[in-house]
């Protein structure tokens, strides 16, 4: 049973790693970015709001923010952290009770990264 699982995981892994986004066995999905903390907490703000996600509050936690929202009946829960002035860590999860939703904290690191592109393109170099 387990040998015919062992595809599907190797095609999930290459998925996530192709946008960089790392996934672990429990469904959080992971990614550091090249960009303060602040600037990539503006751009998960943009991205719940255009995912329509209500965020319940930000919290302070050691290096860094988390967020909690809702969508439905799932608890979503984003961490940021900073890693160095310029490099900030987001690890994202959603979960509906027990149940992982792996795609929708995927899909919330891929709106963030999007944001946050857009955000840099206004920049002045």
Same mark, same amino acid.
């Given at each position: 049973m387990l040998t015919a699982c !062992? @595809? *599907?995981a190797v095609t999930a892994l290459g998925v $996530? !790693?192709? !946008? $960089? %986004?790392?996934? #672990?066995?429990? $469904? %959080?999905?992971?990614? /550091? +970015?090249?960009? @303060? *903390?602040p600037d990539v907490?503006? !751009?998960?703000r943009e991205a719940l709001e255009?995912?329509? %996600?209500?965020?319940g509050g930000t919290y302070k936690i050691d290096n860094g923010v988390? +967020?909690?929202a809702r969508a439905s009946d799932l608890e979503i829960e984003i961490d940021l952290e900073a890693l160095t002035a310029?490099? /900030?860590?987001?690890?994202? #999860?959603a979960r509906n009770g027990l149940l992982m939703d792996s795609a929708t904290a995927t899909e919330i690191?891929?709106? /963030?990264l999007k944001a946050l592109t857009a955000a840099q393109a206004k920049e002045p170099v």
């Open positions: !062992a @595809p *599907l $996530g !790693a192709s !946008a $960089g %986004i790392q996934h #672990t066995v429990s $469904g %959080i999905a992971y990614r /550091t +970015f090249s960009a @303060p *903390l907490r503006v !751009a998960v255009r995912m329509q %996600i209500r965020i988390r +967020f909690k310029n490099a /900030t860590r987001m690890r994202s #999860t690191v891929r709106q /963030t």
